[in-house]
Each structure stands twice: as structure tokens, then as C-alpha cells.
């Protein structure tokens, strides 16, 4: 009792002097210097039109890939938390006609959807982890739908790993060219897509990084749904 | 986004996440939990964050459910009755 009368005050102390400080603060306004910075000088940067994916691709790359590297932290101790030598699937019940047949149907076009989506995060919105979990839902949907169905790990895994040693290799380049981690090389140095800003070919970097986003966010998010998916076969360990 | 749509929608988040955390049935419960992401993305979507929108519907909606209800699946359906009534209406 008294310990909580006492988190109370606390947390309303705290929360006082937080309303007090944000209070100052003119939301809404233009006082954003970075962000003014940024809108205004985005174009002939990076040659990226959606201003977001080229703060979170080329002027805060790096914090994006600590991001991927967080989520590949996550899908591997997912995996070694539910590690068994032999694990399979033990649905019992068959889909329904309804889901076997929305299956069949939508997963075309659902992975369609997720490959557009990072290979244009450039020009609209979204980008790798939009295009990746789009992905991954409709590898979920082919887990739903059929008791036997299993993805390739033969394809999968090294697929994860080439992404993530794909997005150093990017940034190791242009420390190579550019003298420093992620420099945009290709937009910068070799200047190409100089005059299609808006078309696809474009934007220096940030496709081809979230091309390998989305492959890496997508199998790995793959990879969580199927460890959680499979049971370890009876009696074995 | 009008005034009211968002007001409705925010009020709809709160009423499903009363619903996730009240529902004894947790699969009911990880509906009500989806429901809220569902909603959230769509406000996201009329507060003209279409990125974020894609993000909160397939991941929030869709792979988290997917995910509690596997755990759901290999645990028990049912909350045990003895916690009684929440922590706020008990001290």
C-alpha cells in the first residue's frame, strides 16, 4: 500500500516536470532545423523523392542497421529458445476451402505487393520492413492454409545471412570510397540516375539497401512464424 | 482527418483494449489486442502516415496474433479463474 501511494507520487512528480519541459516546446511549428535541413536538401542528396526513406536509409543508415541487427538478434533467440534436433509440423485439421482457395489466389499478388513496396520505398511510402512483413504474412498464410507446407531452409537461411553481409558490404564500399561507413557511393561518386529523379532507376543507395532489407526482414520474420509453427516429434528431444 | 472520425477511432482502440486485457478466453483477448492495431493503423493511415500504416497492419495485426496464438496453441486457452478481478480494482 504505502510502496504504491508512494510509486504514485513519484510517477506524478516525474510526469509534471515532463509537461512542464514539453510545455516549451512549439509542436507544430516550424523550428526544426534538421528537419528543415533535410526537406529542403533531400533531393539533390540523395535523389530519393520520399524524404523518409532517405533519412532512414542514407542520412541515418547507420541507425538502420543496428535496427536489422536487433531484429536478427530477436529471430535467433527465437530459434534457440525452441531448438530441437528434429521438429516438424503436427497440424491435424486441413485448412478450409475458404482459406486453401484465398490462399492459392492472393499469395501471387500478396507477394507482388511486398517486392513493390521495397523496391519503390524510394519513390512512395514504405520500404524494406513494410515489403518485408508483407512477405512474411503470406509466408504465414501458406503456413495456415497447408498442414505440410514448410519453407526451403536450404534457400532461406543463407538468403538472411547473404542480406545482412550484403548491407555491410554496401557500407564497407563507400568507407572504401567515401571515407566514411555507408557514404552513398553510388549517387555521390559515380553519379548515376542523375536525371530520372522520380523513376525508379534512381536514389543512388537506397534501393538496392532496401532490397536487402526486405529480403532479410522477410526471412527472418519467416523464420520466427516457422520456429513457433513446429512441434519436436514425440518423445524426442 | 475530420474531428470526429478520429475521436471514434481512438475510442474504438480503447474499447478493444479494455476487451484484450477483461477477455478470461485469451484467444478472444488476442482478437481484442489485434483489433487494436487494426485500428491504430488505420488512424495512422488518416493521419497521413501511410508507411507506418503498412507497418502496424502487418506486423501488429497479423504476425504478432500469429505468433500469440502459436503460443496459445501450445499452452492453454483459458485464464485461470483464482486472479480474480484486475490489479487496479484490488488494492
Redesign the interface.
Known sequence: ?VK?IFAIVFILIIGFWMAKALDQVPFGQDRMLVGKYYLEHVKEETGAVNA?TAVVVNYRGFDTLGEVTVLFIASTGVAALLWRKKRKRTAKTEGSVVLTTGARLLLPFIMLFGVY?FIHGHLT???G??GG??I??AF?FLY?AFTVYEVDHKIFEPLEGLAGVGYVTVGLIGLAIGGYFLFDWIWQTWGIGKENIGRLLSAGFIPIIYTLIGIKVGTE?TG??DN??K?PEEGGQ | MSDWVAIFIAALMVVSAIFAVEWRDLLAAVVGMTAVSLFASIAFFFLQAPDVAMVEAAIGAALSAAVFIFAINRTERYESEEEGTGWWVKW
Do not use: D, H, K, Y
Request: proline residues 10%.
Open positions: 500500500m504504491r523518409v513496396i511510402p514504405g520500404g520492413f513494410p512483413a508483407t512474411a504474412t504465414l495456415l520474420l520466427i512464424v513457433m509453427i512441434e
